[in-house]
């Protein structure tokens, strides 16, 4: 007879938050990685939608202020958007990010071999091993892009009000940028899953015998 151990998601989410908990510091440093590249990609988004807020004022003094700023604003042209440079930047720290995370997963993985080698002793199956790493990722992913999401919208308005002054209050999109900075926090929160896929695959994959007999 196969016996199985099932256990309910809330357990689940408690063994997660814990395994956080001890791991306090390294799970820091693999969020901050994740605040920072959310940060810049929410910054650069939302000083794009302040812009595009200004440009729709029709006011000239604004359009020369944006022109002075560094906007590339063609005539005719009734959108500001991001550019080739500005993209590039963001796809390179995002990929840092991701890889960055993997790395961190991975190193985690190899200090918990005793901890994956005892819970598939008593039963786990790989998808519970898997789904205790998926929601430390989602955990640490939501708070990290929340928190990345706040600093780089906040930094974006600080410098637009020191570019532009307090004129631009009136055109600022704030329904636009609330969206920006939610888009951000469902980037962040993906990108966190994404780098702890392989990691989590490794681990469930690893049989019981190895893992114990692995010396700390």
Known sequence: MRRLVALPWRKSIQMAYQSIRVRFFRSMVTTMSLVLAVSFLTFT???N???QGLLTSGSSE???ALTKAGFD???GHATISSSAKQRWIVFLSLLVCIVGIINAQLMSVTERFREIGTLKCLGALDRFIVRI????ATMQGLVGAL???????????LTALIRFGFSLLPYVPWLQISTTMFFTLC????????GVFYPAIVAARM???DAMRVEQ
């Not at 790493?133 to 430390?136: G, K, P, S, T």
């Not at 928190?147 to 308005?157: E, M």
């Not at 980037?187 to 899953?193: C, D, E, P, Q, R």
Request: net charge negative.
């Open 207 to 209: 049989r019981p015998v």
């Open 133 to 136: 790493f998926m929601l430390e």
């Open 45 to 47: 988004q939302v000083g």
């Open 147 to 157: 928190a990345g999401a706040l600093l780089g919208g906040i930094a974006a308005l």
């Open 187 to 194: 980037i962040g929160t993906f990108l966190s899953l994404l």
């Open 62 to 64: 604004h359009l020369q």
């Open 73 to 75: 604003i063609s005539p």
């Open 49 to 51: 939608d302040i812009a």
